[in-house]
């Protein structure tokens, strides 16, 4: 009897055990959704009030023609056109044909929902592992990098144009790898032969996405598959996909409207043109992508500490207090907040103080000169606040951890870089997701231009990796105790300072547009050939959050004219001095 009545006691505590378990569960799955819908909605809200703006124009109509897509039909003749005359990327061009004619709403919430899927691919590929009930606050972290690190996020992730290429590209890629990713992880196949011709219809997607990265694509799968093919764990549905993804890759690539490209954007340049453009790139996404390069600097640092204090080394970490010194940085980037949404009067008092005493006694004082340097302060306070917090969130990390600057030199000594290397599995998962990142960018080399949006496929393989690395629990353990509340101080200010800035210049910025849209509309109406208008005031851009160019930019203007039906819009000038 006693037997029993123990066993019923093991039993229970089993049962309520399970049951701690599977709650604990479900509240981290209802937390997930609620990071994900918080996710959705901002980005849904910035898409709304982001405008029709730019090539949006020129891809309502069919291509190079005056007529507006009015019909399926149309959407298939334009990307078909568009391929034969301007570019290879058939399939995200007519996913944006294809949305601008449905709707601007329902591109809005596809765009988001591209978005949302995104970061919930980058999160699996970090996790290997298609899980997500344990972790909302890694989640949250994956969605807050993305939006502080991809270069030109509103380019990129919000402009119609621009995310049908980038985000929609990058969404069908990450999907298709991730069967690679796992299996490469497990050591066995994850998706069974029926599979064949499903991954292979996804890597002819993948394939035909953005020139680097399906160069990437085709060369990472085609070398997993071999190494699995030597471990015998490969399938048929590996060599479908990469096969795939190779036919896609030629059809993108061999587009006759490549060469026609090609002739006018990179006729005459030689390799050292080529290697200044990946210089530019690669030097404009450092920028962005230093909230990742000091995370990933701070826990490169806290490995090699477990691997010295497991040889016996005791580290001896600083006070939590602010110095004096601090608490004026930290208020002065308060003061900075303040300057931004006041007219950014701090700005224009270091613009004026150099204006005085360094322009004036050079002689620098020609209206082109001093417009560009007007223009160097338009975003000053916005930078000044992110590069400071920043290195302020990033200099007390350092303090808390215990990274001095002794520290780090006796740690250079104790560990070497190999012994890390040997020692964390995720460490040398990271590092070849960065260095397949480093190969994603110079594919560029081979391309006329190499814009700092062209890496936003390598930032995101740069964004798993810090994830990788944050998950680890050496990692998360001595963030915890150590760094929490300074990271989460620093993460929360960051995410609502460029997220208020975003959102209220994109609100300003779709007032101005309406307004000046129903100016054109009018002079079109009135059978007039130019429109009049005033230059939108507002110029700060929030950190690239937002993109946006005034009417008399050449691509915003060519393309509004040919929509509407009129000759030319003069923005600045005197109205009724024209009439």
Same mark, same amino acid.
């Given at each position: 009897?006693?037997?029993?009545?123990?066993?019923?006691?093991?039993?229970?505590?089993?049962?309520?055990?399970?049951?701690?378990?599977?709650?604990?569960?479900?509240?981290?799955?209802?937390?997930?959704?609620?990071?994900?819908?918080?996710?959705?909605?901002?980005?849904? /809200?910035?898409?709304?009030?982001?405008?029709?703006?730019?090539?949006?124009?020129?891809?309502?109509?069919?291509?190079?023609?005056?007529?507006?897509?009015?019909?399926?039909?149309?959407?298939?003749?334009?990307?078909? =056109?568009?391929?034969?005359?301007?570019?290879? #990327?058939?399939?995200?061009?007519?996913?944006?044909?294809?949305?601008?004619?449905?709707?601007?709403?329902?591109?809005?919430?596809?765009?988001?929902?591209?978005?949302?899927?995104?970061?919930?691919?980058?999160?699996?590929?970090?996790?290997?592992?298609?899980?997500?009930?344990?972790?909302?606050?890694?989640?949250?972290?994956?969605?807050?990098?993305?939006?502080?690190?991809?270069?030109?996020?509103?380019?990129?992730?919000?402009?119609?144009?621009?995310?049908?290429?980038?985000?929609?590209?990058?969404?069908?890629?990450?999907?298709?790898?991730?069967?690679?990713?796992?299996?490469?992880?497990?050591?066995?196949?994850?998706?069974?032969?029926?599979?064949?011709?499903?991954?292979?219809?996804?890597?002819?997607?993948?394939?035909?996405?953005?020139?680097?990265?399906? /160069?990437?694509?085709?060369?990472?799968?085609?070398?997993?598959?071999?190494?699995?093919? #030597?471990?015998?764990?490969?399938?048929?549905?590996?060599?479908?996909?990469?096969?795939?993804?190779?036919?896609?890759?030629?059809?993108?690539?061999?587009?006759?409207?490549?060469?026609?490209?090609?002739?006018?954007?990179?006729?005459?340049?030689?390799?050292?043109?080529?290697?200044?453009?990946?210089?530019?790139?690669?030097?404009?996404?450092?920028?962005?992508?230093?909230?990742?390069?000091?995370?990933?600097?701070?826990?490169?640092?806290?490995?090699?500490?477990?691997?010295?204090?497991?040889?016996?080394?005791?580290?001896? #970490?600083?006070?939590?207090?602010?110095?004096?010194?601090?608490?004026?940085?930290?208020?002065?980037?308060?003061?900075?907040?303040?300057?931004?949404?006041?007219?950014?009067?701090?700005?224009?008092?270091?613009?004026?103080?150099?204006?005085?005493? /360094?322009?004036?006694?050079?002689?620098?004082?020609?209206?082109?000169?001093?417009?560009?340097?007007?223009?160097?302060?338009?975003?000053?306070?916005?930078?000044?606040?992110?590069?400071?917090?920043?290195?302020?969130?990033?200099?007390?990390?350092?303090? #808390?951890?215990?990274?001095?600057?002794?520290?780090?030199?006796?740690?250079?000594?104790?560990?070497?870089?190999?012994?890390?290397?040997?020692?964390?599995?995720?460490?040398?998962?990271?590092?070849?997701?960065?260095?397949?990142?480093?190969?994603?960018?110079?594919?560029?080399?081979?391309?006329?231009?190499?814009?700092?949006?062209?890496?936003?496929?390598?930032?995101?393989?740069?964004?798993?990796?810090?994830?990788?690395?944050?998950?680890?629990?050496?990692? =998360?353990?001595?963030?915890?105790?150590?760094? =929490?509340?300074?990271?989460?101080?620093?993460?929360?200010?960051?995410?609502?300072?460029?997220?208020?800035?975003?959102?209220?210049?994109?609100?300003?910025? =779709?007032?101005?547009?309406?307004?000046?849209?129903?100016?054109?509309?009018?002079?079109?109406?009135?059978?007039?050939?130019?429109?009049?208008?005033?230059?939108?005031?507002?110029?700060?851009?929030?950190?690239?959050?937002?993109?946006?160019?005034?009417?008399?930019?050449?691509?915003?203007?060519?393309?509004?004219?040919?929509?509407?039906?009129?000759?030319?819009?003069?923005?600045?000038?005197?109205?009724?001095?024209?009439?």
């Amino acid at each position: 009897m006693a037997v029993l009545l123990a066993s019923c006691h093991r039993c229970k505590k089993i049962r309520d055990r399970e049951r701690g378990v599977l709650s604990q569960s479900n509240n981290d799955l209802g937390r997930n959704l609620l990071v994900l819908l918080g996710i959705f909605l901002v980005m849904f /809200v910035l898409n709304q009030w982001m405008p029709i703006h730019r090539d949006d124009y020129d891809y309502s109509l069919i291509w190079m023609t005056a007529e507006h897509v009015g019909s399926f039909q149309d959407v298939v003749q334009s990307a078909y =056109r568009h391929y034969f005359l301007h570019g290879g #990327r058939m399939v995200t061009v007519f996913c944006l044909d294809l949305f601008l004619w449905l709707g601007k709403l329902w591109f809005d919430i596809a765009n988001a929902l591209m978005f949302v899927a995104l970061v919930v691919l980058m999160y699996f590929h970090a996790r290997r592992a298609v899980e997500w009930r344990q972790e909302p606050l890694i989640l949250a972290v994956t969605g807050l990098l993305a939006w502080l690190s991809f270069p030109h996020f509103g380019e990129v992730a919000v402009w119609k144009s621009g995310s049908t290429v980038y985000l929609w590209s990058a969404v069908p890629v990450a999907l298709f790898l991730l069967p690679y990713n796992l299996s490469l992880a497990k050591g066995r196949p994850v998706l069974g032969s029926w599979w064949l011709a499903p991954m292979f219809l996804l890597g002819l997607i993948a394939g035909w996405s953005v020139e680097n990265l399906a /160069v990437t694509v085709v060369v990472l799968t085609a070398g997993i598959s071999w190494y699995l093919r #030597r471990k015998g764990a490969m399938e048929g549905w590996m060599i479908a996909g990469c096969c795939g993804a190779l036919l896609g890759l030629i059809g993108l690539v061999a587009a006759p409207g490549n060469f026609v490209r090609y002739d006018d954007q990179g006729s005459g340049k030689g390799i050292l043109d080529h290697i200044g453009n990946q210089i530019a790139g690669n030097a404009e996404m450092v920028l962005y992508i230093l909230p990742l390069i000091l995370l990933l600097l701070c826990a490169w640092r806290v490995f090699k500490m477990v691997l010295a204090e497991r040889q016996g080394c005791q580290i001896t #970490r600083g006070a939590a207090r602010l110095s004096y010194r601090q608490w004026a940085l930290l208020g002065f980037i308060l003061l900075l907040v303040v300057s931004y949404f006041n007219g950014s009067f701090v700005a224009w008092t270091v613009r004026d103080i150099l204006y005085a005493i /360094v322009m004036v006694p050079l002689g620098l004082t020609k209206p082109k000169t001093i417009d560009h340097f007007d223009n160097l302060f338009k975003g000053f306070d916005e930078m000044a606040i992110y590069w400071l917090t920043i290195f302020f969130v990033y200099a007390l990390v350092k303090k #808390r951890l215990g990274l001095s600057s002794p520290v780090i030199r006796q740690l250079a000594e104790m560990v070497k870089a190999r012994e890390v290397w040997q020692a964390f599995p995720v460490v040398r998962y990271a590092g070849g997701l960065l260095g397949l990142a480093l190969f994603n960018n110079l594919v560029m080399l081979a391309a006329p231009t190499f814009p700092a949006r062209a890496t936003f496929s390598s930032v995101a393989m740069i964004i798993t990796a810090a994830i990788a690395i944050l998950r680890e629990p050496v990692i =998360r353990e001595y963030f915890a105790v150590h760094a =929490r509340a300074v990271l989460g101080a620093g993460a929360v200010g960051l995410a609502l300072f460029t997220l208020s800035a975003a959102m209220l210049v994109t609100y300003t910025l =779709r007032q101005e547009n309406d307004a000046r849209l129903a100016i054109v509309q009018a002079a079109a109406d009135r059978g007039d050939s130019i429109a009049y208008m005033d230059p939108i005031p507002l110029k700060n851009r929030a950190l690239r959050h937002v993109f946006f160019a005034d009417f008399d930019s050449g691509v915003t203007k060519d393309g509004l004219c040919k929509y509407y039906g009129i000759k030319d819009i003069k923005v600045n000038m005197e109205k009724d001095s024209r009439r």
